[in-house]
């Protein structure tokens, strides 16, 4: 898919115009929104933590997934807005497209071993490494309601003020994690997810991913157990936590059926998301059915320009 | 409402003579007490740092809330003293209102999903980001009796540092929590107010956060637990305790009762504090009523020139 | 009482000449112990750290004693070589009396909120604030014994090093704390006070705060459970086991005898102690009487110059 | 042995070319892979932290290895890549054999004496230490799924950066270790080291040394748990999850049988390996029966040029 | 005792030869070996940090030894190579003897007052303090195989690089010590002493400080609790451990038979030790009793030149 070089949106102050923003960030933003992927103020980002985050048992179900080379093979033919991964791909695998996908370097992460009641990510690279990978963004995850949320939230506000410093746009993964989140019924509650929304815009982050809510259920608190709402007002609620920071939503586990993958998409966008972040569900599928249902992304896309 | 650009008091000393302090510092100070607000040495604050610390639920009961642009339009119409939230809330809002409305720029917060027998408040920003954002003062959590209190102590302690370097006011919410205190008779009770306004004070704050002690219970330790005064000397204790750094007290939960609210205005000024920080009584209310509390909030203040 | 500034020892190279100092630790020691107080080598501090450490609680028995200025004005009027007290109380109430007496800057501090058993006193302020306020000292506490013995100690040599810097001597307020001390016998016992004097001497102290040895129990450890010994040899055992660092020899709670609070100071300084630091049995008591008492202390200092 | 200045490949781009190096590490990584040892883009490294990581004991079925002489004599006269220990051998024995064998600084290590369940190792040099000791390489120990793993993984994610800094490759010993690795089956299994491997690659390694996988047991997580598949696939898999990182297999244990550790070599060299590091494998064998074997190592590595 | 400046070996290069030293460390250690004590590259210490490790109760068998000085005049008569002491004891009384004696400045500490379960020794005092001092060595504990032996050989490392950076020779305490040690049979056994001998040499030490093996107890592991070999071999294994590590020999409590004193110090030089740290086997002696022990380990040092 050839990269679109046109913006689709009127205007780059579209989404851009509402905030106050350092020359260096205005920059990065723009690229991500208006340079490449969808290019009309939306963001279609291919991730790639899961090896470290899972372990390689994540590239089973498509085994040429574990070579780093497949990710950005389908991030450049595909047309992404970006690719997400950490320092370790980027240094071995981006020489051959460098330039023709820009990078969001996540900076943490941690493998799934130990259980995740005190969840916690440490940084194995740092905005400067970002800096001077040619990064476009940084990403980072933060484990909201975890027992050592101090440490979390604090090593976030010091990539935050890292990011300030270099002009450097941070996507943050909020993600409610840890004993505390399970007791409260669960890492994908629209309690959850409203708070993980909330915290990114506090904590100053330019883009959030979060996870579409689940149902409620009898251990969420108050006034989240009683509300009914349409889960479309749900997906929307979240979105509006999050007020000015962009929202993607994760792709998760691997949906056979593509059509529902689709539609998860409308329903996203519908709701004033600004985009995905679909990772299994792209590379986890041979590269031609990948790059059709990369298009068929695209074309919703297409029409929620921002 | 107009800002009020006369000062009120006869002279800027009123509150400021006694202290010996550095210029930037008295300059901040300056601005907050004589500068808006009631401009006559006494404080009207609104804070809104309720979305990381309780997360959205707190805005169920007024939707249009959950927008920070509302608060901002609050605290500008309302003519308030200054508003205070977190650095992300700066960040991406207050650029529509710079110079209209000073900046508290809260430093450190948590979400209240783990529970509190640990409390520890995390550093999101720093007073460097304070002065970046051409913040007045910046507020900072302190959770006395903690059993974590070693690194609330120190960690408040460097940020007392960078203040005096950069000139910069401290606004201490100096809030009693953790195991101890819940054994000792809970947060709220005279007990655990009067020993965090004098931690207030020994640590170096100008302006501190307090709340309306409540009655005595069982637990609550000696001299305490027999004390027997009126409740208006006990704010008045409360208040004396601080001695010197200002006092300001909180709203707590909405009260629908307005007069109540106002009641509650007038024992706090009665008592010596220097004002209120009141936020979910103020912008849990549609735009009209809000601002009309405001009004009566600020003929209160009004006759309490410092 | 006037401000002695004749010197009533012979020389002030009575205390001070047996030690190697920088020039600056010189000119402040010489200023605490032949510039102000006795001015006779001996010593005479008010300490003012007890709100912080115990509350306001500890104020009651005389509420004027909340206003630190009171403490101020006795320590002035009374003649005493230094006021002892924290960052906070220093910055604003010290403007009026500066130059009259001389501070020393208490750096760390704690509530008595959470239990002791694993008890650590954090920094509130450094060195370097000292300097910026025109202190002649810095007290800092040490828990010896404490389960956190080592964050306690390498702080404490990091406040040393500081010290060294600046030139600034180091008063220690070296405690016995913590479950292990407990199951010892507890922090009063002349093997716990003992080993205080021997940690502040070790760690590089010039002056050292400890509390009068109390009588041995069942739990204290060999050889001190079955040393016999009259108490006035233990005194003099904890002021040897110091070696040149002169002992200030605490208050603790204050006694409604007077005679028996001046027959404490004569058994101190017979043993060798260099003076005393009394605060809540000089400020709990009114001012005229807390002077009174004050020019008793005085001339007991007075036949003990150093 | 005579040490090899011929290189056997073809060119040195065949392992390197891949890779966008700075131009140190590409400097220090050619002297390695085709300046010493087998010079063909294979490497033979003789590791010696065992003394720290086991203790004496090692040393025990061949006393003469105590001396670390002995290993530096081992690995010049048997033509190695590359000698791997830490700072004090290296401070303390280089001397003689200065410029005859690359040395592979090891920075971090421990004792075995506290049981593995939250494994960490600390760092006992830094990368600067490597460079003033003229090293080619830093080796580092991460605890892959140690309840401490964010410690492990930050402390790397730092010595990568100095890595870059300084131009050093870092040669990583991926280590699965700690309580939640047991509960899975134990650090052998595929699961655990197909998991060691992409951590190294994701955390930015240039080399990791990895152990040879052991059968799947009942408490191994799923896919690897139902998985059918030849031993060979299995070594083949656990490289192919190290993509661009080249692999070092781990000798383990003294095997008397020199056949089966040949047949050991054979396995990996097939399996894609770059080479081994074998050390009791080696220097627990008399002088001559150690460079016999070494040599014979060499001549399946002559058949592996990379 | 007259100091020795002649040298008694043929050559500095005895001990010094084998080693690639810094300039300043090699200054440094021919001061220690040639220039003091029995200057033919033995060592003769006297210790003195008891009074921290263990209270002033290591005094109470001979009440003069409380006085530091007292020490400082046995080791200046008696010709000892240094004396090692911490920064508090040498500030406060080294200025008399200022270049007389050699110090070793002890860096780190604790009371014995917490058990020792996980033991650890924070730094009072850094290489630059010993420096100002004009030192000639620092020491350092390290408790190995403590719990927290990861802060432990960390913080040894960082000491380690100071030394590097000011030409400072590091004498290690190497001292099996905490829950694990006690385990397996005790911190005197020969497992722990000989482990600890090696991790002396593995993490830099220049001279390391160990006990006299005791004999093997059933919870010692394999291979040392099957070992059968003469005490004397043993000795000779711990040293032979250390490698270039010069040994030095703790003394332990008194023995007040002279004979078994003199017969340790035989024992140790024979099995090739450097020489002895003996501390209350020496001060707890009248001064004329501890002058005369002192010469008879002269005249047994004599015939030891390295």
Known sequence: MKRKSQRESGSPSGTLSALSLAHGKRVRLWRLLYGHGPANGTLMVLPLDQGLEHGPADFFPHPPAVDPDYQFRLATEGGYSAIALG?????????????????????????????????VSPALASVEDAVRLGADAVGYTVYVGSPRQDDELRE??????????????????SYPRGRAIDERGGKGSLYAQDYAARV??????????????????????EPYRSLREPHEASVRRVVRSAGRVMVLFSGGEKDDDE??????????MNAGATGVMFGRNMWLRPLDDALALTRRVHNILARHAR
Chains 1, 2, 3, 4, 5 share one sequence.
């Open 259 to 268: 059509a529902r993958v689709l539609a998860r998409v409308r329903l996203y």
């Open 87 to 119: 320092v370790g791909l980027a240094e071995k695998y981006m020489g051959a497209y460098a330039g023709r996908i820009p990078l969001v370097l996540k900076l943490n992460g941690k493998t799934n071993i130990p259980d995740d009641a005190e969840a």
């Open 200 to 221: 990114a815009l506090e904590v100053g982050a330019d883009i959030v991913k979060l996870h579409e809510p689940t149902k409620a259920n009898a251990r969420v608190p």
């Open 156 to 173: 976030a506000g010091r990539v935050r003020q890292e990011c300030e410093r270099f002009g450097m746009p941070l996507v943050l993964w």
